[in-house]
């Protein structure tokens, strides 16, 4: 790899995440002579690495924060949980095989959502088939060969008997030798790529267990890092795990700056994620596919850093019409019927419903309905929880045992009661979940709540669509005599999604879609989205093979592009135009003072009038918050001084900015007194950088005026706020001629900005404020060093009261002189 700038390793393209999307990018630019970079936050599962015993279970969960480092991502949101995975092939560890293409129909166009827009898909069927057509054949798809398998035979049975068609989908299983009939357990020849693995596993054929959604420990599944990865390694792609990106931050020639964490979960625990040094590279191009959820919340985050993002990021999130419901007690003839849940793949068969755009006399959102197997063991688990049942059983067997020693002259042979102890499994043999997916309504929201990702979408646009589900469920259930049962889920009219989709989808302009067809986002140069979050609403069928055909498609297009645009990344934005002040020495420790102020109020990107922003961010519900400590280091300095100066420090949180920015160096000044202005100004300039080390500046003024009315509580809790592009630094003001020229610039400079930040480009606005709560708090935290904190207190209350009454109340007679003395 080459090096630029500052040592910084430069690539052509760094990859965001290894699912379907990040696998295939990988891949097509590896092998189209390109140098590639992946980053995976998981760590690589070679065959039989995959948790099965319940400690290992306990600690097969994703959160760093918590020392956890596992397989499985869960998500719990408004109207919906989510559970992707964690680990080098992405979501392909944990789904279940199936590769359908979407339905021709399904690529709607101007479809109406019920809260305005439409569902818009800018590609059609044609557009992707010769690109499902290279993904298949690198994922080797086949159709569930066996013929003998309980629970495919009743859902096939059942299909047929209510006149809708059933099939059996492509699964990327191996289930035999090439050229060979289907046997279970046989070992597999390496692929002529190698392998990601080496030697750690060997892949045998498919073992029937219904483990797949555990990870298969088998190697039988052809997931993404036995194929895509293993090959795109071979072609020279370097494959990174543990390494989680957080900011993507374009550079001035052309490129990206990436920053990344790397995760080590060998060690004691001591160190916390956000402690974890940053790391940086330079990228000609960044390909994100992190999947829905991850690619989504790092666009957020670094969307001050990424300022073209367009109105439509986080729009059109979509659980893909998941639904689980469970056929219980299965029966034929009065007499329970074995479907066996636990044999065989998770899924094998697929059961497609009528939608209204297949014409004819149907109606509705179409779907598929799946049978959804369950790994074996999950069979005494479902027994051993019929407490009842269980507890009748055990006290029978305890009797038999007790009477046989003592009323049956000791007659010793048990078996047929053990057996009649373990009961006849007839609750898990004739069970069987079926998964349901399809057309729901994309009208969810993706967005930052106090710096976290937050989901706003729930079932109710989608009820006509979940209701006919759930009846076409419950047909097959009374074709196989079975009770059909709601998860408990969705008795809250929650759902459980594992094919989360949208938050930044293609479209055909900037306000329909992040990106343009193709996948790269609109404004931001060779920055593009290949995952789930590129759909611009559901796929219907199992969205997997869906999102490979159109990575496939989008490296197609980058691969025909001209890469010389950014040949040599350019370097960031300059350093800080402004260094520190070397520090004065004083003649004798000096009394200072510090208080915090807590200011909140509603802010918006893309207006320079604080009052527009406010009123724009209050219809957007997006909120800007501060907490600062203000710290006079000598308070006989900061009286005397005419800007009375003090140091910020802090943190900013804006949910519009990605989060929370660390205030990494802070002015402000109390009570300035413009020229030809009447009142004061109090200055506040805060330098932040955002998750892509993005520097930007808050500058804000409150403007303390005597205007008609009774507004000193308006007046001094209320700041004019802009958010600008770069760490603009304060005019100077170090000779008594500066400090002149910077009262007469005030005069017209709502927000205090200073003559500096005339070029700069202003990123947002808006209006923050005091609350009575937070004022009253304020008050609790003033502290004093140096001694004498009282007369320390008192020097600062006499500035701060005899500023107010210069402003309030001397217009209108002289000011008492206990109020302006010792200043």
């Known amino acids: 790899m080459a090096h630029g700038a500052a040592g910084h390793e430069v690539v052509d393209a760094?990859?965001?995440?290894?699912?379907?999307?990040?696998?295939?990018?990988?891949?097509?630019?590896?092998?189209?002579?390109?140098?590639?970079?992946?980053?995976?936050?998981?760590?690589?599962?070679?065959?039989?690495?995959?948790?099965?015993?319940?400690?290992?279970?306990?600690?097969?969960?994703?959160?760093?924060?918590?020392?956890?480092?596992?397989?499985?991502?869960?998500?719990?949101?408004?109207?919906?949980?989510?559970?992707?995975?964690?680990?080098?092939?992405?979501?392909?560890?944990?789904?279940?095989?199936?590769?359908?293409?979407?339905?021709?129909?399904?690529?709607?166009?101007?479809s109406p959502l019920p809260g305005g827009g439409y569902e818009h898909w800018p590609l059609s069927r044609a557009d992707l088939d010769p690109h499902y057509d290279e993904v298949e054949r690198m994922l080797h798809p086949t159709p569930y060969p066996y013929q003998d398998t309980p629970k495919t035979l009743a859902v096939e049975r059942a299909a047929v008997e209510l006149g809708m068609p059933a099939m059996r989908p492509p699964l990327a299983v191996t289930f035999g030798l090439p050229g060979q009939q289907p046997t279970?357990?046989?070992?597999?020849?390496?692929?002529?790529?190698?392998?990601?693995?080496?030697?750690?596993?060997?892949?045998?054929?498919?073992?029937?267990?219904?483990?797949?959604?555990?990870?298969?420990?088998?190697?039988?599944?052809?997931?993404?890092?036995?194929?895509?990865l293993s090959a795109a390694a071979?072609?020279?792609?370097?494959?990174?795990?543990?390494?989680?990106?957080?900011?993507?931050?374009?550079?001035?020639?052309?490129?990206?700056?990436?920053?990344?964490?790397?995760?080590?979960?060998?060690?004691?625990?001591?160190?916390?994620?956000?402690?974890l040094p940053e790391r940086h590279l330079l990228a000609r191009r960044v390909v994100l596919g992190a999947g829905s959820f991850g690619t989504t919340f790092l666009l957020l985050r670094n969307r001050a850093s990424l300022p073209a993002l367009g109105p439509a990021l986080g729009t059109r999130f979509s659980g893909n019409g998941d639904?689980?419901?469970?056929?219980?007690?299965?029966?034929?003839?009065?007499?329970?019927?074995?479907?066996?849940?636990?044999?065989?793949?998770?899924?094998?068969?697929?059961?497609?419903?009528?939608?209204?755009?297949?014409?004819?006399?149907?109606?509705?959102?179409?779907?598929?309905?799946?049978?959804?197997?369950?790994?074996?063991?999950m069979g005494w688990l479902v027994e051993t929880a019929q407490l009842r049942s269980v507890a009748r059983r055990a006290a029978a067997f305890a009797w038999q045992v007790v009477r046989k020693r003592t009323f049956a002259h000791g007659r010793s042979n048990i078996s047929a009661d053990l057996a009649a102890l373990l009961g006849d499994g007839h609750l898990s043999s004739g069970s069987l979940p079926l998964l349901g997916m399809g057309r729901d309504i994309p009208d969810g929201r993706m967005s930052l709540h106090d710096g976290r990702l937050a989901v706003d979408w729930t079932t109710a646009t989608s009820q006509e669509y979940f209701a006919d589900l759930r009846a076409r469920m419950a047909a097959i259930g009374a074709q196989l005599g079975a009770d059909m049962e709601d998860n408990p889920l969705w008795w809250v009219k929650r759902v459980v999604t594992v094919h989360p989709l949208g938050g930044a989808p293609v479209g055909r302009h900037v306000g329909e879609g992040v990106c343009d067809e193709h996948g790269e986002v609109r404004g931001h140069r060779g920055l593009h989205v290949v995952d789930g979050a590129a759909m611009p609403g559901p796929v219907g069928a199992n969205p997997a093979l869906t999102i490979a055909a159109m990575a496939d498609r989008a490296c197609t297009r980058m691969l025909a592009q001209d890469w010389s645009w950014a040949r040599t990344p350019g370097r960031a934005a300059p350093a800080d135009a402004a260094a520190a002040r070397p520090a004065q020495t004083p003649a004798r420790p000096p009394r200072s003072v510090a208080f915090t102020e807590r200011m909140?109020?509603?802010?918006?990107?893309?207006?320079?009038?604080?009052?527009?922003?406010?009123?724009?961010g209050r219809s957007r519900r997006t909120r800007l918050t501060f907490v600062l400590t203000i710290t006079a280091d000598d308070v006989e300095a900061f009286v005397d001084d005419p800007l009375h100066r003090a140091e910020a420090t802090g943190h900013v949180d804006c949910d519009a900015l990605g989060g929370r920015l660390e205030v990494s160096r802070g002015w402000f000044s109390l009570f300035v007194h413009p020229h030809g202005v009447p009142g004061r100004r109090m200055l506040y300039r805060l330098w932040l950088r955002d998750a892509a080390g993005s520097p930007l500046t808050l500058v804000g003024a409150k403007h303390v005026e005597d205007d008609p009315g009774?507004?000193?509580?308006?007046?001094?809790?209320?700041?004019?706020?802009?958010?600008?592009?770069?760490?603009?630094?304060?005019?100077?003001?170090?000779?008594?001629?500066?400090?002149?020229?910077?009262?007469?610039?005030?005069?017209?400079?709502?927000?205090?900005?200073?003559?500096?930040?005339?070029?700069?480009?202003?990123?947002?606005?808006?209006?923050?404020?005091?609350?009575?709560?937070?004022?009253?708090?304020?008050?609790?935290?003033?502290?004093?060093?140096?001694?004498?904190?009282?007369?320390t207190l008192a020097a600062f209350g006499r500035l701060f009261l005899g500023e107010l009454w210069d402003v309030y109340v001397a217009p209108r007679g002289p000011r008492p002189v206990s109020v302006g003395a010792a200043r």
């Open 14 to 110: 760094l990859v965001v995440g290894s699912g379907f999307g990040a696998s295939v990018a990988a891949y097509r630019l590896a092998t189209g002579g390109r140098s590639v970079v992946v980053m995976e936050r998981g760590r690589a599962y070679a065959p039989g690495d995959f948790a099965r015993t319940p400690a290992q279970m306990g600690r097969s969960f994703w959160d760093p924060s918590e020392q956890l480092y596992g397989l499985f991502d869960a998500w719990t949101f408004r109207g919906l949980e989510g559970l992707v995975s964690s680990g080098l092939g992405g979501g392909s560890l944990i789904y279940a095989n199936v590769l359908l293409r979407k339905d021709e129909r399904w690529f709607v166009h101007e």
């Open 184 to 228: 279970p357990g046989r070992d597999l020849p390496p692929a002529a790529y190698g392998s990601v693995h080496a030697e750690r596993g060997a892949r045998r054929t498919c073992t029937l267990c219904g483990e797949c959604d555990l990870g298969c420990n088998s190697g039988a599944k052809n997931s993404l890092d036995h194929t895509y």
């Open 234 to 275: 071979h072609a020279g792609a370097d494959l990174r795990t543990l390494h989680e990106v957080r900011g993507v931050r374009p550079l001035d020639g052309g490129g990206y700056r990436v920053t990344y964490l790397v995760h080590d979960p060998t060690s004691d625990g001591a160190t916390a994620t956000r402690d």
């Open 323 to 377: 639904l689980l419901t469970l056929l219980l007690n299965c029966t034929r003839d009065g007499r329970p019927l074995a479907v066996d849940g636990g044999t065989g793949p998770v899924i094998t068969t697929a059961v497609r419903t009528p939608d209204a755009l297949d014409g004819g006399q149907a109606t509705g959102r179409g779907a598929y309905i799946e049978d959804a197997g369950f790994p074996g063991f």
């Open 600 to 616: 909140t109020g509603a802010f918006a990107l893309g207006e320079t009038d604080p009052h527009r922003g406010a009123a724009l």
């Open 710 to 791: 009774l507004d000193v509580w308006a007046d001094t809790t209320t700041l004019l706020v802009r958010v600008l592009v770069g760490h603009v630094p304060p005019p100077p003001d170090d000779t008594p001629e500066e400090v002149e020229t910077v009262l007469a610039a005030l005069a017209d400079d709502a927000v205090g900005a200073g003559p500096h930040a005339a070029g700069a480009e202003v990123l947002g606005a808006g209006v923050i404020v005091i609350r009575p709560q937070d004022l009253a708090r304020q008050l609790t935290t003033f502290r004093t060093t140096g001694g004498r904190g009282g007369h």
